[in-house]
């Protein structure tokens, strides 16, 4: 019985979807800054207008996306931070899912490019803020505070 409890839980965890809220706010602001313009990305889709302009705006998430995980990477790097490896992997994955989406979109409907976008940023990522990226929020506060100029 246990196990199937813990299943469920996971299994919850993996659907759930949320919008962006100020409970993912890391207080570093040009992460946060990334992060709501990706949320605000996803939102202009609705699955509606035509593909050209549909395939427009996926490539643009896709692209800023990838800045903001490159970006990300590069101040992890310079606080030379423990768990950046694993952290990168957890990148790799999604720049894996957005390329699969990227090819998938030309056979897909509108609907399906729209949810499957919404899997991506309100679903992996949302969780990925407040499960992974949180992490490295108290060391890099302690890094730049440790190389702040005084006064
Ligand atoms: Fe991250
Ligand atoms: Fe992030």
Redesign the pocket.
Same mark, same amino acid.
């Given at each position: 019985m246990r196990v199937v409890t813990i299943f469920h839980t996971g299994a919850e965890l993996e659907t759930e979807k949320a919008e962006w809220s100020p409970s993912v706010e890391?207080g570093l602001p040009e +992460?946060d800054r990334?992060?709501r313009q990706l949320f605000e990305l996803a939102a202009s889709f609705r699955g509606e207008g035509d593909q050209i302009r549909v395939m427009k705006t996926l490539a643009q998430l896709a692209d800023y996306a990838n800045t #903001?995980?490159r970006d990300?990477e590069a101040m992890l790097r310079e606080i030379g931070y423990a768990g950046l490896a694993e952290h990168q992997r957890q990148h790799a994955q999604f720049r894996a899912m957005l390329r699969q989406l990227l090819d998938d979109a030309r056979k897909l409907s509108l609907d399906d490019i729209a949810s499957r976008i919404k899997d991506l940023i309100n679903g992996w990522?949302y969780r #990925? +803020?407040l499960t992974?990226?949180i992490e490295y929020v108290a060391q890099v506060k302690a890094y730049r505070e440790s190389t702040a100029p005084r006064h």
């Open positions: 890391t +992460i990334q992060h #903001h995980l990300e990522f #990925h +803020i992974v990226d």
